[in-house]
């Protein structure tokens, strides 16, 4: 299988940083997207990692480690429209098939 | 840009009913998908076209689904018959690229779908 697992559920601070970890397994791997989904809309992109490192994008910053199988979504200064669910999802093979994770629905409280 | 549109938002029918969900993708985009949510089992990937030739349909639950892109514009995921186990949320994405990679995924804003 294609296993991604992530945390069930988080709860953090307002203005505290958050860090949400995702394992996949590495075999085919092709690159790692997180996404942002509120409750009843659509997931939105938040970052792709194809290299191990971190990716910046202003508060939010999204590390890959390939050989660990390994990547983790940090949001830092929280917000309270930051409470929605996060999914992990990898690309395998190059047939472009993007798997998704069960999500961790992250809960910020003031 | 309109992004995707999927029609209807929501859905409520009875078992044994035939289900028609329909997804126009944004202009230029390559590549469709199908995903249905749900809190057990999270964002499964049904189907996925390139160009409008369907690639994958490992992820189609049975043959009562059946998924079509008869042109760039348009793609329909049927149901026929419907049963209460199909009850979830229905989303179709597109992205600009055949391989979707790095290219990220364009939602719909999905259909709510209630079989009774």
């Known amino acids: 299988g294609q296993n991604i697992d992530q945390p069930t559920e988080m709860t953090a601070t307002e203005g505290a940083i958050v860090q949400i970890n995702c394992t996949y397994q590495?075999?085919?791997?092709?690159?790692l997207f997180w996404y942002q989904q509120h409750a009843g809309e659509a997931p939105t992109f938040l970052s792709y990692?194809?290299?191990?490192g971190l990716e910046e994008k202003g508060r939010f910053s999204s590390f890959l480690s390939r050989s660990k199988g390994y990547s983790y979504l940090l949001l830092k200064e929280l917000q309270m429209k930051d409470s929605a669910s996060y999914l992990c999802a990898v690309i395998y093979n190059q047939g472009g098939k993007l798997i998704f994770g069960q999500g961790t629905e992250l809960s910020v409280k003031p | 840009d309109a992004g995707v549109i999927q029609s209807p938002r929501h859905e409520v029918t009875e078992m044994g009913q035939e289900v028609t969900l329909r997804c126009k993708p944004i202009s230029g985009h390559n590549s469709l998908f199908w995903y249905r949510q749900t809190m057990m089992r999270g964002l499964e990937l049904l189907i996925y076209?390139?160009?409008?030739?369907?690639?994958?349909d490992s992820g189609m639950p049975e043959d009562r689904f059946s998924a079509k892109m008869p042109n760039a514009s348009f793609s329909t995921l049927k149901i026929q018959p419907s049963e209460p186990r199909d009850s979830a949320v229905y989303f179709c994405a597109s992205s600009p690229g055949v391989k979707a990679r790095r290219e990220k995924l364009f939602f719909g804003s999905g259909t709510q779908l209630s079989v009774l």
């Open positions: 076209f390139n160009n409008n030739v369907p690639i994958d």
């Open positions: 990692n194809v290299l191990d």
């Open positions: 590495t075999s085919g791997f092709n690159g």
